[in-house]
């Protein structure tokens, strides 16, 4: 300075007037710059007309940073960018939250000018971490997860999400740091867990404009103990006598359920070797009328116990109707008629309203249909049989004899006519009569 003012001590007056009357439109411009800690800064003063007037950088505490392009403050991380009667630009490396504040750009007119450029610098998160999470956690349990990061400036803000999805009721505090530049942010979680939260991650992500929209986030996968629930899945929806049915138990819980009781009606399984038991599947073999009842399936670990049931109902194999053929002939009539026929045994009057556990559900009595065509059937081969034995005794019937011979027509008298007719029985030509 003592050397920029005593140079000006030597200027003669006339240079001096113009210098003063020609400056009158400059002006320094800056503009404020922000940088994420770590990072570089750039500060440039321009003049749009300048008459070769010198530009000057200082910081907060009002050190001279720059003279032109000299060097006035000896740090290694400030550097000169630009020096022209126009510009000024220097470079701040490693910025760190101290170098933050207000930097003075100077134009030496008569009298000096000046422009200020605010340097923010911003305070980087720090990764978060979530507490509070003990694994593992039974189902209906109340969970509150902490996560938590220190060091942003400004604050950071927090935010949860479980399945992709934002959860907006939380709780969020906000500290001051030690250092009273950054700030320690944390957000409180809670939440009642059900099996559905099994294998669940739930995210703590902090936004802050220093990461460049790239969040940093924490991941929790969740753990949940719950009590098994079972299904039982048939092999066919409609089991039918004689055929095989493998019943499946299917069985969820955590900690898995392994193995599982098969009974029957309360009890154990009544035919072992036809029932056959295979991990979660119950086997059984031919299906009876007897294999009737109601089937449970139950599983258990560690948390708890759970059943299910499926109510066996053995059907009948469906009824088959041949057709009935009639063959003709010309002296006997053959009839072929099969028929498959199923009856249901009759209930005597006295026996009792109940039913039987073992009895076939929605039965019915007799197909009516069915006896009515068989009686049409045996009535119509009855009448083709009367029929064809009548022609059969019309065609063969014997011969017989008139009264009158030939020639008694000639006889005068009665007496005549039956004398000449016996006489003539013998050698005479037999009238015949046929019945067709």
């Known amino acids: 300075f003592v050397f920029f003012f005593c140079n000006l001590s030597w200027v003669p007056a006339a240079a001096s007037k113009n210098k003063v009357k020609g400056s009158q439109g400059q002006f320094p411009l800056t503009q404020n710059v922000t940088v994420v800690e770590g990072g570089t800064a750039i500060l440039t003063c321009r003049v749009d007309q300048n008459d070769n007037t010198s530009l000057q950088w200082s910081n907060p505490a009002q050190q001279t940073l720059y003279f032109d392009d000299k060097k006035a403050l000896r740090d290694n991380r400030i550097e000169l960018v630009r020096a022209s009667w126009h510009e000024l630009s220097i470079s701040v490396s490693d910025v760190s939250l101290s ?8 134009l030496f007119t008569m009298p000096v000018k000046t422009s200020k450029a605010y340097l923010t610098v911003l305070g980087v998160p720090e990764k ?3 507490s509070g999470f003990s694994s593992p956690v039974m189902e209906g349990d109340l969970m509150q997860l902490t996560c938590k990061t220190s060091g942003s400036k400004p604050a950071a803000d927090i935010r949860w999400f479980k399945n992709d999805k934002e959860i907006k009721d939380v709780k969020y505090l906000k500290e001051e740091d030690a250092n009273r530049k950054t700030f320690t942010v944390s957000s409180t979680l809670d939440f009642r867990v059900d099996r559905s939260d099994d294998g669940v991650a739930v995210i703590c992500r902090v936004d802050h404009e220093s990461l460049n929209a790239t969040p940093q986030v924490a991941m929790q996968v969740l753990e949940i103990h719950y009590t098994p629930s079972v299904k039982i899945i048939p092999s066919t929806p ?26 029957k009606d309360g009890g154990e399984l009544p035919d072992p070797d036809r029932m056959v038991v295979s991990g ?9 009328k007897t294999d009737n009842g ?5 599983a258990t670990n560690t948390i708890g116990q759970s059943s299910a049931e499926y109510v066996l109902i053995v059907h009948d194999v469906p009824n088959t109707l041949l057709s009935t053929t009639i063959i003709p002939s010309l002296t006997t009539a053959t009839v072929t008629t099969t028929v498959a026929i199923t009856t249901s045994p009759t209930t005597s009057a006295t026996t009792s309203s109940g039913r039987d556990p073992n009895a076939l559900a929605g039965q019915t009595g007799p197909d009516h249909a069915l006896i009515g065509g068989i009686v049409a059937v045996v009535v119509f081969v009855t009448l083709c049989s009367i029929f064809l034995l009548g022609r059969y005794l019309a ?3 014997g011969t017989y004899l008139t009264n009158e011979a030939k020639g008694a027509e000639d006889a005068p008298d009665a007496d005549t006519a039956i004398i000449n007719a016996e006489g003539s029985q013998v050698n005479a030509e037999e009238k015949k009569e046929y019945f067709i």
């Open 99 to 106: 170098d933050e504040g207000q930097y003075t750009c100077s």
């Open 128 to 130: 978060p971490q979530i």
């Open 238 to 263: 409609f089991p039918q006598e004689g055929q095989p049915l493998i019943l499946t138990c299917e069985s969820k819980g955590k900690p898995l359920p392994e193995p599982v009781l098969w009974t």
């Open 280 to 288: 979660r599947e119950l086997n059984i073999l031919f299906l009876n």
């Open 294 to 298: 109601t089937y449970r399936c139950e």
């Open 395 to 397: 065609r063969h019937k």
